[in-house]
Nanobody
Framework: QVQLVESGGGLVQPGGSLRLSCAAS????????MGWYRQAPGKRRELVAS???????NYADSVKGRFSISRDNAKNTVYLQMNSLKPEDTAVYYC??????????WGKGTLVTVSS
């Protein structure tokens, strides 16, 4: 059974940084793509960043130049480095992984709050 476990969320002041991690467990699982979504109160879940096994990245326009996604394929772990955080980045951040059969998995989410 595949499980995705996020960590690294918390409270940070505007302009600060956080690094989110997502570790995937499940024997023999390989993922085509791993990424991060977020959902702010009253809003729809949206893609933040994704990274394929081949190295292709995709970022939301709102985070380009501030966030950076990376992954360790050997560890099935994906990271999201978030810099220059803004109050509008406040949301629950969800890890997502898609295997080579197109099956999508989700973590339970980690809360990021940007506030002074």
């Amino acid at each position: 059974q595949v499980q995705l476990v996020e960590s690294g969320g918390g409270l940070v002041q505007p302009g600060g940084s956080l690094r989110l991690s997502c570790a995937a467990s499940g024997a023999g699982v390989a993922f085509y793509a791993m990424g991060w979504y977020r959902q702010a109160p009253g809003k729809r879940r949206e893609l933040v960043a994704s990274l394929s096994s081949g190295g292709s990245t995709n970022y939301a326009d709102s985070v380009k130049g501030r966030f950076s996604i990376s992954r360790d394929n050997a560890k099935n772990t994906v990271y999201l480095q978030m810099n220059s955080l803004k109050p509008e980045d406040t949301a629950v951040y969800y890890c997502n992984a898609v295997n080579y059969n197109g099956v999508s998995y989700w973590g339970k989410g980690t809360l990021v709050t940007v506030s002074s």
